[in-house]
């Protein structure tokens, strides 16, 4: 790739592939982990991409992040403990913490590397991890769950990569099962669950594995994202015993949401679609 010029991410499988233009790559790191590089477009602002895949622009990361965050804490009644499953640039913690409700946010993120190049590169994100109520570990998130106490977590978010590499064995059902026993009883998972427009089959098989594990309630939310591929993503929701289809006034966020509205929340809760709603 010849990077004066254009970031290209196929969807494997899809016959598809989004392309940004760059002007330079301003920095690259092969961590124990996985490739980050750091690129600077011509229209999207800076771009971290992670093994080729495209994580977060400048121009329109608050839609995922704010998407994967605020359904679900304000869906659950009183989300005082938050734990964030990767999200190493700290983009999801930021929305978690405009919550007022919120006592203490926890992050685990197996890439140490991916919140020191945040740091440099999009500190308006990273700065959030200075906040009192963040809590910060850099470790493998799998392991981590399995030691934490049993109905300790009343949000759980699962801000992963693709479901390749480290990332594949958060959307096991063993996994899932794991997470809901280590939510309270009224408490909500939130995860990132892929394009349902390129991949279909996936989005189906992520609600079908979260029914194997036990969450009687789920929620598919697709958004516009329009660096990810098909321009097209969702969140799921899923709990044990709380409804999801209700919600709180989120008129105590400071600042107030860019792309969330209770308008769009409600519509999503009341009609997806039709070929989403075929899925589920």
Known sequence: ?????????????????????????????????????????????????IDGCIMLTE??????????????LLTHPRPGRVVIVGGGDCGTLTEVLKHPEVESAVQVEIDQAVTALARRHF??????????????????????????????????????????GPAKGL??????????SRLKADG?????????????????QIHGRLAEAGFRERLLL???????????WSVSLASSTTPLGTFRSPVSLIPSPRYYST???RGLIGGLPELYQRLL
Do not use: N
């Open 188 to 204: 909500i998972l939130a995860l990132q669950s892929e394009s349902p427009f390129l991949y279909p089959d996936l989005v189906k």
């Open 222 to 232: 697709p958004f516009s994202q329009p660096t990810y591929p098909s321009g097209v």
């Open 171 to 180: 959307f096991e059902t063993e996994f899932y099962t794991t997470c809901r």
């Open 1 to 49: 790739m010849d990077d004066s010029q254009w970031f290209v991410e196929p969807a494997p499988g899809a016959g598809y592939s989004i392309g940004l233009r760059i002007r330079k790559r301003l920095e690259r790191i092969e961590s124990p982990y996985q490739t980050i590089e750091i690129f600077e477009t011509d229209d999207f602002g800076r771009l971290m991409a």
């Open 123 to 164: 500190p308006e994100l990273a700065r959030a991890g200075d906040d009192p109520r963040a809590d910060l570990h850099y470790e493998d998130a799998l392991r981590w769950i399995e030691r934490a106490p049993p109905a300790s977590i009343d949000v759980l978010c699962i801000d992963s990569t693709d479901p390749v």
């Open 263 to 265: 308008g769009l929340h």
């Open 59 to 72: 121009r329109d990361h608050f839609i995922y992040h704010e998407m994967l965050v605020h359904p679900a």
